[in-house]
């Protein structure tokens, strides 16, 4: 199997990664059947050497950079040296920077001239617009609107039920929120990492079924605690992330660092920044499972209907539970 391996600037403001990902998305799709990957320039050794150890035939690095500066003509190449001489019966190919391809030059003067066309074509639209309007009032109470009809369109969730079981999932943060989520993963048997520099004590009374009423007596969760500061390394082979600091750099750059590698991320400050989100959910015995969701726009919502059901609802779910298993 061949591999693709894209390096990119480190970066923690959200969003910084959209164009990347999109790049990356078309790659898995118009190149099935080859490993396509990313990293940063500080993650790059690390995650080079992984790829390498996995049953690929060649590697092929893209430096996504458009200056041919110190990261391309000394930092990578020393790092692809390197680790060539380490695994020497793995061609690694290492591209030029986007700078210096041929097309790119063609393709930036390209977007210039389209904007500017585009640029002149509102700028004639909104004069257009502006003589058909009476005064000053009609064109704002028209952008009103108009904002207003776009902001209350969003897309929908798709709703879906994850195995976990033998995952390993990092969560991010040791407050009282993250040991919600934790307390909501143990049953699944997914392997949780917590990584904070506080982490509240009560995450050690979790690791036992005595303390657990999921677990069976005497059983142990999966849960290591790692009282430090949040590492990009911490990333390593993680199928799922909770961000659950009240950090905002810090949740950024988890999202940002997850994002790169594909790893889904769901951000408890901020669901819009999270690939998912985690409904309010009741259990009535072993079969039935009910959730809520409120799409992540209204959390206390979706609280009260929790309790509404619980109330109206938990005895003839738990009768249809006795029933199913007569």
Same mark, same amino acid.
């Given at each position: 199997?061949?591999?693709?391996?894209?390096?990119?600037?480190?970066?923690?403001?959200?969003?910084?990664?959209?164009?990347?990902? =999109?790049?990356?998305?078309?790659?898995?799709?118009?190149?099935?059947? +080859?490993?396509?990957?990313?990293?940063?320039?500080?993650?790059?050794?690390?995650?080079?050497?992984?790829?390498?150890?996995?049953?690929?035939?060649?590697?092929?690095?893209?430096?996504?950079?458009?200056l041919n500066g110190q990261h391309t003509k000394n930092d990578v190449p020393r790092v692809v040296a390197k680790l060539q001489a380490d695994f020497p019966q793995i061609p690694i190919t290492l591209l030029p920077c986007l700078g210096d391809w041929k097309e790119f030059s063609s393709m930036v003067v390209c977007g210039i001239r389209n904007a500017q066309l585009d640029e002149r074509t509102l700028a004639e639209a909104s004069c257009r617009r502006k003589t058909k309007e009476n005064n000053a009032l009609v064109e704002?109470?028209?952008?009103?609107?108009?904002?207003?009809?776009?902001?209350?369109? +969003?897309?929908?969730?798709?709703?879906?039920?994850?195995?976990?079981?033998?995952?390993?999932?990092?969560?991010?943060?040791?407050?009282?929120?993250?040991?919600?989520?934790?307390?909501?993963?143990?049953?699944?048997?997914?392997?949780?990492?917590?990584?904070? *520099?506080?982490?509240?004590?009560?995450?050690? +009374?979790l690791k036992t079924g005595d303390k657990v009423p999921e677990l069976s007596r005497g059983? =142990?969760?999966?849960?290591?605690?790692?009282?430090? *500061?949040?590492?990009?390394?911490?990333?390593?082979?993680?199928?799922?992330?909770?961000?659950?600091?009240?950090?905002?750099?810090?949740n950024a750059q988890v999202s940002n660092d997850a994002r790169a590698r594909r790893i889904l991320v769901n951000n408890a400050c901020d669901y819009l920044d999270g690939d998912f989100i985690v409904p309010a959910r009741m259990d009535f015995g072993e079969n039935i499972a009910v959730t809520v969701s409120t799409q992540g726009r209204a959390p206390s919502l979706a609280k009260?209907?929790?309790?509404?059901?619980?109330?109206?609802?938990? =005895?003839?779910?738990?009768?249809? =539970?006795?029933?199913?298993?007569s």
């Open positions: 199997m061949k591999a693709i391996l894209i390096i990119a600037h480190h970066c923690i403001l959200p969003g910084a990664y959209k164009g990347f990902e =999109e790049i990356l998305d078309r790659l898995h799709h118009d190149l099935p059947g +080859t490993r396509v990957a990313s990293t940063s320039l500080l993650d790059l050794e690390n995650d080079l050497r992984t790829l390498l150890r996995e049953d690929v035939e060649s590697v092929t690095l893209l430096p996504y950079l458009l704002e109470n028209h952008l009103s609107s108009l904002f207003s009809r776009l902001s209350s369109k +969003t897309s929908n969730l798709f709703s879906i039920e994850l195995n976990l079981e033998g995952r390993n999932v990092l969560v991010v943060g040791g407050g009282r929120i993250a040991l919600r989520k934790v307390k909501t993963l143990i049953p699944t048997g997914a392997h949780i990492t917590v990584v904070a *520099p506080q982490i509240d004590p009560e995450f050690e +009374t059983a =142990e969760a999966s849960i290591t605690l790692k009282k430090r *500061p949040y590492e990009p390394l911490d990333l390593r082979c993680v199928f799922m992330v909770f961000i659950c600091t009240d950090q905002p750099a810090v009260k209907l929790k309790q509404k059901i619980q109330a109206e609802w938990a =005895e003839s779910l738990e009768q249809a =539970e006795r029933e199913f298993e």
